[in-house]
C-alpha cells in the first residue's frame, strides 16, 4: 500500500509506520504531535484533519503552559522539549512522535523534487531539478535544522543555478552547505558493513560526490564504489 503525506509519496520506514496507525484511528482522541522546530508538526496536524475528522470541525493547537483545559477532540502541537513535563495531560491521546529530515533519508529525494517545484513556480522559473550528485549529497547531509534550512538551502541553490543559466540542473556546486567534518562514531555492536556503509558516505560527501576521488582515498576501484553506491540507493540510504 502507497501512503501520501505533505504531497509526496512517502518512503521512510518511520513515517509509513506513523500512517498506518493513523488509518486505524477514529475522530474521538485528542492527537498529539511531538518534534522538534521545523519537523513538519503542522502539515501532520493537517494530514489529521483531513484524513481522520474529515468534514467534523476540529482545532489544531500550539500547546502552551498557559493553557488551563484541553478541549476534545483537539490536535496539539508540542515540542520535543516540553513533552516529558506535560507527557501526564496526555495519557489518553494518541501520541505521533515526528521524527526528524534526518530519519527520513528515504523521503528526502521526492521532498527536494517537490519543494523545488513549488520554488520555481514561486519565482517564475522553468523547472530545476538536481543532478545525481547533489541528490546523493543532500541525502547525506546532517539536517539539524530540518524543513526550514532544508528550504532555504535549496532556495538558494536554485537561484545560484537560475543566475548561472544552468540549463534546469542544480549542481554539487550549488548548494551551501557546511562540509566541516565530523567525527565518525562507531559504537560496540554496530555490524562491519554498517560501518562500512558510514565511512563511504562520509568519504564521498566530503569528496563533493567526486567519485574518482572517493574511490582514490578508501583505496578501492571505481566501479566497486559505483556498485556500493547503487546498492546504497537501493537500501533508501540515498
Known sequence: MNYEFGSIEIASQQMILILQDLNTQMPFKNFVIVGDVG??????????????????????????????????PAIYMVSKLQWAQVKPLFETAVVIMMP?????????PKLAKFFL????????????????????????????????????????????????HSRGWIEPS???????????????????????????????YFAHQNRTKAADILGISI????????????EGYL
Request: hydrophobic share 35%; with cysteine; aromatic share 8%.
Open 100 to 108: 526528524t529530515l534526518n530519519d527520513r533519508k528515504a523521503d528526502i
Open 117 to 164: 517545484q513549488v520554488l520555481c513556480l514561486m519565482h517564475n522559473l522553468p523547472v530545476y531539478k538536481l543532478t545525481e550528485k547533489s541528490v546523493e549529497m543532500i541525502c547525506q547531509y546532517d539536517w539539524s535544522g530540518n524543513f526550514y534550512e532544508f528550504e532555504s538551502i535549496l532556495e538558494a541553490a536554485l537561484q545560484l543555478a537560475a543566475d548561472e
Open 39 to 72: 519537523c513538519g508538526k503542522s502539515t501532520m496536524a493537517e494530514h489529521i484533519r483531513k484524513t481522520i475528522f474529515k468534514s467534523q470541525p476540529v482545532e489544531i493547537l500550539d500547546y502552551t503552559p498557559e493553557m488551563k483545559t484541553l478541549p476534545q
Open 223 to 234: 566501479r566497486t564504489l559505483r556498485n556500493k553506491i547503487n546498492q546504497y540507493r537501493e
Open 174 to 204: 550549488h548548494l551551501n552547505l557546511n562540509l566541516n567534518p565530523k567525527s565518525l562514531d562507531f559504537t560496540v555492536g554496530l555490524k562491519l558493513d554498517e560501518i562500512e556503509r558510514r565511512y563511504i558516505l562520509q568519504t564521498l
